[in-house]
């Protein structure tokens, strides 16, 4: 198998080719999103979204602001069970297996799909009890274990240096930027195969930026990542595939999904063109 | 520049009118609270002793001292406290973090809770009266005057518990629930932690409302001033003694006003205890 037999779909929403990852022909999809609305209170946020995410790639969300890019990734890994008023309809498919499946455990799920959220979210307790935290809920109690993957994810986001003599302050002591970090670390800790980051590095400066954006490289083709940024030359920097979302009446739309270059590049809808040379948005 | 001036020195004046006005009203505070504590330690202290705290009351409490009401009142704070505090502190977990908070249920709890927090405490006592004493057959006692003030005691826990369970980040929820945390774990781990200060400063308000509680007892644990063998005696509170020695015994002043001094140092050392506690609680979690 090789990838020059790869066939190029890319131009429906549904199948494109691997671009980078585990050298395979047909690229797998991890999360397969059908028929996506979102409601919240009876309002529309997001209106029909069905796209494919492949394993072990980067995929981009750009979109203007309230274009329902954070309510996406919620739907993915059910987290919009837990808003009040807040109602889905379609099909999610994570390793093809349906989500909203009675089977299907929200606990399981969201170890397998893990989260980081917009704004740095660490609990007001100790670094090391941030990280400890969810592996001890997990099943992983053995203490040296929790401290090698502790330590490990640390380094894994550049934390470490900075923080492994005081891993007993609490967790709110750090700056915005390491707060963040420490949320990545907290959410690779678990080892999960999914990662959606809602915009991880607005709150970082340019430094931290790039150790994230370098460890998401590094994440590319072990994990599956879909990641919200606005800043475009970043998805270009980094994104395998990119989706672009755009609010068309009331309720967010998906424009255009394709592989990063395409659309960057050539771009087969104005509304891209316009967002991705910066004219509209 | 020049007629910007007065806009800027009536800025400021009214900004110091402001603090002013806040520093006064502190001032009258403080002033109100150490005014009565002077009253009382001026009126009491010379009639307060060891012996005044270790003795049971004689001739009606003009001599002799409350030994078996200090040991009355605390254990009818003990079955207040034990029985409401599970109680009201499941309803507030019940009531902020599973059931949405316009659903009817819960608007039904809530006014229920609402109600009860307003009704007046000699209302309390002759239900009290009525069930425990009499349809419970639990007579005078120390156990019905304590369940009674466990039904007084449930509206201020539960909306204090609640609105302490309300002011923890939905943030914490939402990035626990991401983690994979099922809900008993966030709310064991993360957010009873958090509420803690507010749960325990409700647990204060309400044993101060219970410790300076006289109508409610009077109907059900009554005000006989012996020394109580078991839950089932009756028992005098202090607040009723302190109110029987000023009210119905001529003479009683003295040491009235000595066991309003030792009411009002307990209900200051469990405000400083608990503070103390929830700073306490609030620091380990950090740590571990
Ligand atoms: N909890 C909520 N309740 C009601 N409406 C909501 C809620 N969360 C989001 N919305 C609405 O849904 C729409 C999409 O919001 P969303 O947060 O998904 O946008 P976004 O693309 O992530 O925006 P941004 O780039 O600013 O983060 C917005 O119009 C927003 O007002
Ligand atoms: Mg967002």
């Given amino acids: ?36 609305s979102l409601l919240y209170d009876g309002k529309a946020a ?70 980081v959220f917009q704004k740095p979210t660490p609990f007001p307790l100790s670094i090391r009890r941030n ?56 959410a690779l800790a678990l080892k999960p195969q999914i990662l959606l980051m809602d915009e991880p590095c607005s709150a970082l400066d340019p430094l931290a930026s790039g150790i994230v954006e370098d460890l998401i490289c590094r994440l590319r083709g072990r994990y599956t990542i879909v990641i919200v940024t606005h800043n475009l030359a970043q998805a270009r920097r980094i994104a395998n595939y990119a989706a672009f979302f755009w609010v068309s009446g009331r309720a967010g739309q998906l424009i255009e999904f394709g592989r990063c270059q395409h659309i960057f590049e050539s771009p087969s809808h104005e509304l891209t063109a316009a967002y991705v040379n910066g004219v509209r948005g | ?49 060891w012996e005044f705290l270790m003795e049971s009351p004689r001739d009606a409490g003009r001599t002799g001292g409350i ?51 307003g009704v007046p405490s000699i209302v309390f006592g002759l239900f009290g009266n009525a069930f425990f004493s009499i349809y419970l057959g639990l007579g005078f006692s120390i156990l019905s005057g304590g369940l009674t003030l466990a039904c007084m005691l449930l509206p201020i826990l539960a909306s204090t518990a609640e609105a302490g369970l309300r002011t923890v980040p939905n943030a914490y929820r939402m990035s626990a629930s991401a983690l994979g945390l099922t809900r008993t774990a966030t709310l064991v781990h993360l957010i009873l932690p958090a509420a803690a200060p507010v749960l325990a400063a409700g647990l204060l308000l309400g044993i101060g409302r219970a410790l300076a509680e006289t109508a409610a007892l009077l109907f059900t644990s009554g005000y006989v001033d012996r020394m109580p063998d078991s ?13 029987d020695l000023s009210m119905n015994v001529p003479g009683g002043d003295m040491p009235a006003y000595a066991s309003a001094l030792v009411l009002v140092s307990l209900l200051l050392c469990i405000n400083i205890l608990a503070m103390k506690f929830a700073y306490g609680l609030q620091r380990r979690k950090i740590r571990t």
């Fill in chain 1, 1 to 36: 198998m090789n990838s020059s037999q790869c066939t190029d779909k890319s131009d429906t929403f549904t199948l494109g080719p691997l671009e980078a990852g585990p050298v395979c022909c047909d690229p797998q999809p991890a999360i397969q999103v059908r028929n996506l």
């Fill in chain 1, 46 to 115: 997001l209106d029909k979204v069905t796209l494919d995410i492949f394993q072990g790639c980067i995929t981009a969300l750009i979109g203007p602001s309230g274009c329902g890019k954070t309510s996406f990734l919620s739907a993915i890994n059910r987290l919009t069970d837990l808003i009040p008023g807040c109602h889905v309809t379609g099909k999610i498919l994570v390793h093809n297996q349906d989500i909203h499946h009675p089977d299907t455990h929200a606990q399981t799920l969201r170890r397998q799909v893990g989260m």
């Fill in chain 1, 131 to 186: 990280l400890s935290l969810p592996l001890n809920e997990h099943g992983i109690t053995q203490k040296t274990e929790v401290a090698a993957i502790t330590e490990h994810v640390l380094r894994d986001v550049g934390l470490w240096d900075e923080v492994h003599d005081r891993l007993d302050a609490s967790a709110l002591s750090l700056s915005g930027g390491q707060q963040q970090r420490l949320c990545i670390a907290r």
């Fill in chain 2, 1 to 49: 520049m020049r007629e910007t001036t007065p806009v800027h020195t009536r800025k400021v004046l009214r900004d110091r009118g402001v603090q002013l006005l806040i520093y006064a009203s502190v001032l009258l505070i403080s002033t109100v609270f150490i005014w009565i504590l002077a009253d009382l330690v001026r009126g009491g202290l010379a009639h307060l002793s």
């Fill in chain 2, 67 to 117: 030994a078996s009401i200090l040991v009355s009142t605390l254990l009818i704070l003990l079955v207040a406290v034990l029985t409401a505090v599970p109680i009201a502190w499941t309803t507030a977990i019940l009531l902020a973090e599973f059931i949405a908070v316009d659903s009817a249920f819960g608007k039904a709890v809530r006014f229920s809770l609402h109600v009860l927090a």
């Fill in chain 2, 231 to 243: 839950l089932l005696d009756s028992g005098r509170a202090l607040a009723l003694h302190i109110f």
